[in-house]
C-alpha cells in the first residue's frame, strides 16, 4: 500500500502562485507515475498533469506553461508549481500514483489517491 497526503493548496488571487506538495510513504517502490487530478464542484476529475519516475512529464493543455510537475525520488515527494492561476483553476486537487511505466490521463489508471487539496483563485 501507498499512502498519499497533500498540501500547500489555499487561497490565491488570479495571477498568484501556489505551490502544492504531496508525500508518500509506504510501499514506494511502486510510485513508479505519479501525477495530479483535480475535480470542480459539478464536474468529473481530470488529470492536470503527471512525470514518471524517470521525469517524463504530460500535461493537459490549458495548464501548458503555468504549471511545472516535479518529483523528488529521494524524497518520496511530488510537487506541482502552478503560476499564472485563474478562477477556473479552482478545484479540489488530488495526487495520486501508480506502478505503471507510463502516465496515462484517466483516473481509473491510479490506484493510490490522496485525500486532495482546495485550491481557489478569486477573480
Known amino acids: 500500500q501507498v499512502q498519499l497526503v497533500e498540501s500547500g493548496g489555499g487561497l490565491v488571487q488570479a495571477g498568484g502562485s501556489l505551490r502544492l506538495s504531496c508525500a508518500a510513504s509506504?510501499?514506494?517502490?511502486?510510485?513508479?507515475?505519479m501525477g495530479w487530478f483535480r475535480q470542480a464542484p459539478g464536474k468529473e476529475r481530470e488529470f492536470v498533469a503527471g512525470?514518471?519516475?524517470?521525469?517524463?512529464?504530460s500535461y493537459v493543455s490549458s495548464v501548458k506553461g503555468r504549471f511545472v510537475i516535479s518529483r523528488d525520488n529521494a524524497k518520496n515527494a511530488l510537487y506541482l508549481q502552478m503560476n499564472s492561476l485563474k478562477p477556473e483553476d479552482t478545484a479540489l486537487y488530488y495526487c495520486?500514483?501508480?506502478?505503471?511505466?507510463?502516465?496515462?490521463?484517466?483516473?481509473?489508471?491510479?490506484?493510490?489517491w490522496g485525500q486532495g487539496t482546495q485550491v481557489t483563485v478569486s477573480s
Open positions: 509506504g510501499r514506494t517502490d511502486s510510485t513508479y507515475t
Open positions: 495520486t500514483a501508480d506502478d505503471k511505466w507510463y502516465i496515462s490521463t484517466y483516473r481509473t489508471s491510479y490506484k493510490y
Open positions: 512525470v514518471s519516475r524517470n521525469g517524463g512529464t
